[in-house]
């Protein structure tokens, strides 16, 4: 294993060396110098990446706590008072802050900005739901596709703060190699998996973008947001789809309701099919401070391990 690899994981959630207000997830606020940039993220993904790139030079405050779903969160006053008064709003786009689109759509008469990572991705980068216009918004899972935020974070930030520069582009070449060094570790954990048993069944439809890249085929009880309905036909289809692959593990998500893959589990033992659940996987939040999932880094390392774990054994007799 090379050093690159062995080290990427070296990118905390709280490597700045800041003082955090509220723990390294959360909703919180990043303190640094009263002169220093007032920037919010909405998800934690993306406050970790903004975070590393921005140090001491921004005071960054995070929306959505851990474990909250992004698709169904509702900003409070205090999250209103945070955009208001920041100078940069770093969001996902593509309706992932489906509740929030108007506070983070809306047109600004101040110097603020308003910055979609997604607006970083070229059109043919995107996945969409079969049958419908919608646009799958967990871009992350993608390492190699989320690599392609970078760049604009650093430059909106150096275009706020041109003296640090310098300091953000090291930032991001780093984090770039440590990305790089994680898209490779989910390529060969992925390999170890029996080619029939890669089909990754979880709570909803947030892996896409994970089962293009490192060779899955993915299917969600829900779709793509957790707003929409679970289908009660998807249950015996998913059924059908474990038995012809012998899949012997399904997942629950940290951020989405779990009681429709019980449903799954309960009408495969109808069946006669055993089925595991695989370790929960994190999707559209990080874990909490201490889980090992509380960075980016961390939450994919993890993702990687469990599913690579789960679906390399047989299914039980």
């Given at each position: ?108 008469k101040s110097d603020r900005v308003h910055v979609p990572l997604s607006d970083a991705l070229d059109p043919i980068d995107l996945v ?156 559209d939040a990080l874990g909490p401070a201490g889980s090992g999932a509380d960075s980016y880094l961390g939450m994919m390392k993890h ?15």
């Amino acid at each position: 294993m090379s050093s690159n690899r062995r080290d990427f994981l070296k990118l905390s959630a709280c490597s700045t060396g800041a003082t955090v207000l509220g723990g390294c997830t959360g909703r919180w606020t990043q303190e640094n110098s009263s002169d220093s940039l007032p920037v919010v993220a909405t998800t934690g993904m993306i406050a970790d990446m903004v975070r590393s790139i921005g140090g001491d030079a921004i005071r960054l405050t995070q929306l959505i706590s851990a474990g909250v779903d992004p698709h169904l969160y509702k900003p409070i006053r205090d999250d209103i008072v945070a955009i208001v008064h920041s100078k940069i709003v770093f969001y996902n786009g593509l309706k992932l802050e489906g509740r929030m689109a108007d506070v983070l759509g809306s047109p600004t008469k101040s110097d603020r900005v308003h910055v979609p990572l997604s607006d970083a991705l070229d059109p043919i980068d995107l996945v969409g739901e079969p049958g419908t216009d919608a646009i799958d918004p967990h871009i992350w899972m993608d390492v190699a596709l989320w690599s392609k935020t970078i760049p604009l974070i650093r430059d909106t930030l150096a275009m706020r703060i041109p003296e640090r520069k310098e300091q953000f582009a090291q930032a991001s070449d780093e984090i770039l190699q440590q990305l790089i060094s994680l898209d490779e570790y989910g390529v060969q954990a992925m390999q170890g998996i029996p080619t029939r048993q890669r089909v990754l069944i979880s709570s909803h439809d947030a892996f896409q973008y994970f089962g293009r890249r490192y060779g899955l085929r993915v299917e969600g009880v829900q779709g793509i947001s957790t707003v929409s309905e679970a289908g009660l036909k998807r249950i015996p289809e998913l059924i059908e789809l474990i038995s012809k692959n012998t899949v012997p593990a399904v997942f629950k998500e940290s951020s989405v309701a779990g009681k429709m893959i019980d449903a799954v589990i309960e009408g495969a033992a109808d069946r006669g099919l055993k089925l595991k659940i695989g370790n929960e996987l994190y999707s559209d939040a990080l874990g909490p401070a201490g889980s090992g999932a509380d960075s980016y880094l961390g939450m994919m390392k993890h993702n990687f391990d469990s599913v690579a774990h789960a679906l390399s054994s047989g299914r039980k007799p």
